[in-house]
């Protein structure tokens, strides 16, 4: 009798374990499942556009020319920087199910229907970083040939020594303004003199969030909503100070796609460069 019992209690636990573990995979199952129901795509790096590249971070003009055509043919809807935060706010809200994103007040974002997943999902942002006068030369004609946008992460120090004739390949102040007037661009941040934010100390950090982000505004009449890692270089201080600097998201140069996971102060981003070869980059965007 007292073995029968035993081995009737054996069962009884041997269930008890199958029923968890079954529960556990089924849990998992699920939230991959909701994963899959969002979104992955890409936002790609930009640095200088010119005829002829002369270093690892210049795109020749016509393989911008390519690619921008790519994006426009097959269908992919361009966001700023803020969109892309904004998006990954809207979606990560608890009652987002209830909304509908093309209702905000700046109704660019695409929808989602009653379920959360987006109506389109072949989602794409352009940025360009530091403030190459080869966006506003060539860039600029070929973003709107193609009805595409991008947002502009400027340091001032650079602007301001071009505009002492010290830099010669960068924008102006006026040149920034220009762009951002057609509606095509996005003002972002991307500190003050594009120090290694992880080597600086609170004078510097303040310096390179606070009052980079003023110095901007001052000069464009435009406060940046969202800011870019110099080097990609970022760390819990960085995040702290950037946070404090009103910044509603910041981006690395981290290689990874953007799903609903993403956390917004450490958004990814894809540098392009004259050696990512069109099929590879066929593959960023697809988030592939």
């Known amino acids: 009798m007292a073995r029968k019992n035993l081995l009737i209690l054996f069962l009884l636990i041997f269930v008890i374990i199958f029923l968890i573990f079954s529960f556990n995979i089924k849990s998992l199952a699920i939230s991959k499942s909701k994963d899959n129901d969002g979104f992955s795509f890409s936002i790609l790096c930009y640095h200088n556009i010119k005829e002829t590249p002369s270093n690892d971070y210049d795109l020749s003009l016509i393989d911008f020319d390519r690619q921008m055509h790519y994006l426009s043919e097959n269908g992919f809807t361009p966001l700023f920087a803020s969109e892309v935060v904004d998006l990954l706010k809207e979606y990560s809200d608890k009652n987002f199910a209830n909304k509908n994103i093309s209702q905000n007040e700046n109704n660019n974002l695409p929808s989602f229907n009653k379920n959360g997943n987006s109506?389109?999902?072949?989602?794409?942002?352009?940025?360009?970083?530091?403030?190459n006068d080869g966006v506003y030369i060539y860039a600029d004609k070929i973003l709107s040939k193609y009805g595409l946008k991008a947002t502009l992460y400027i340091y001032p120090s650079i602007i301001f020594a071009k505009e002492r004739n010290n830099k010669r390949h960068y924008m102006t102040f006026k040149q920034i303004n220009k762009l951002i007037k057609t509606g095509?661009?996005?003002l972002g941040c991307h500190s003050y003199y594009h120090p290694?934010?992880?080597?600086?100390?609170?004078?510097?950090?303040?310096?390179?969030?606070?009052?980079?982000k003023a110095t901007l505004l001052e000069n464009t009449q435009i406060e940046p909503k969202t800011f870019a890692y110099p080097f990609g270089l970022y760390n819990d201080k960085v995040i702290?100070?950037?946070?404090?600097?009103?910044f509603i998201g910041a981006f690395t140069i981290d290689r990874k796609f953007v799903t609903t996971n993403t956390d917004l102060y450490k958004i990814p981003r894809f540098i392009i460069t004259k050696d990512i070869s069109f099929e590879k980059f066929v593959k960023i965007v697809n988030a592939k």
């Open 119 to 131: 109506e389109n999902k072949k989602f794409i942002a352009i940025t360009f970083d530091d403030g």
């Open 184 to 186: 095509r661009y996005e």
């Open 196 to 212: 290694y934010m992880t080597k600086e100390d609170e004078k510097g950090l303040f310096l390179n969030t606070q009052t980079a």
């Open 240 to 246: 702290e100070y950037v946070k404090k600097a009103g």
